[in-house]
């Protein structure tokens, strides 16, 4: 399968805790994106990047949130001192150079469970 | 604008019926706009896109409309089944304006057999 993949696909943990989840997006894409989804809500946009560069960040995305996408090809979000309102399913889409438009293509997402 | 609480639109079609999914989007000068369909734990799956200098635009079972007037999008899905009961959102974009979507509310489509 060639599609978006994020790992791990849960994660429960402790408040205060710092967690990392990683996207490999598909290949040749050079755009990549997360967004955060609560539930019966849509994905709310945190970040993306082109290539290696971070060119636009929510307001969503406190000092808390980091995102690298150091070699143009994997990007990891980690949150820093998690807390109860941080719990949702993150997702990462990757698009590829223009073609109709800003097409985007979602991973099956990671849900965080802050306890 | 602010999303509405956890109660999502629901549409129920019997199978084989045409379902119209419908979506009023935010920003008049969005350019872009895509249909995605989400299952229960899945991530959204692109279904359709269509650019604002277009009216009209089909796929295999799926036709999206775009009246720029009144800032309305519609999805029709032919001939109904029971794998698409699944969670519904369109999604705008400005093109020039950087990568993000912005989401609508999504409409859950249930497809009796």
């Known amino acids: 399968d060639t599609g978006v993949s994020q790992n791990p696909r849960h994660k429960i943990t402790k408040r205060g805790q710092n967690v990392t989840f990683r996207c490999d997006p598909i290949?040749?894409?050079?755009?990549l994106y997360w967004y955060r989804q609560t539930l019966g809500q849509g994905p709310e946009f945190l970040t993306y990047f082109q290539n290696e560069a971070q060119l636009e960040k929510s307001r969503l995305l406190s000092d808390r949130f980091s995102a690298e996408r150091p070699k143009g090809s994997f990007s990891t979000l980690e949150i820093q001192r998690t807390e109860q309102g941080d719990s949702a399913m993150y997702l990462c889409a990757s698009s590829p150079k223009v073609r109709l438009g800003n097409e985007q293509y979602f991973g099956p997402g990671t849900r965080l469970t802050v306890t | 604008g602010e999303s509405v609480g956890l109660h999502l639109p629901t549409l129920s079609v019997q199978e084989g019926d045409n379902s119209i999914i419908n979506c009023a989007y935010s920003n008049s000068a969005s350019d872009y706009f895509i249909w995605y369909k989400q299952e229960s734990g899945k991530g959204p799956q692109f279904i359709i896109d269509?650019?604002?200098?277009?009216d009209k635009r089909q796929g295999q079972r799926v036709t999206v409309l775009l009246n720029k007037t009144v800032k309305h999008l519609s999805l029709q899905i032919a001939a109904t089944q029971p794998g698409d009961s699944a969670v519904y959102f369109c999604?705008?974009?400005?093109?020039?304006?950087?990568?993000?979507?912005?989401f609508g509310q999504g409409t859950e489509l249930s497809v009796k057999p």
């Open positions: 999604a705008e974009n400005i093109y020039n304006q950087g990568g993000k979507l912005i």
């Open positions: 290949s040749e894409h050079n755009r």
């Open positions: 269509i650019r604002s200098n277009m």
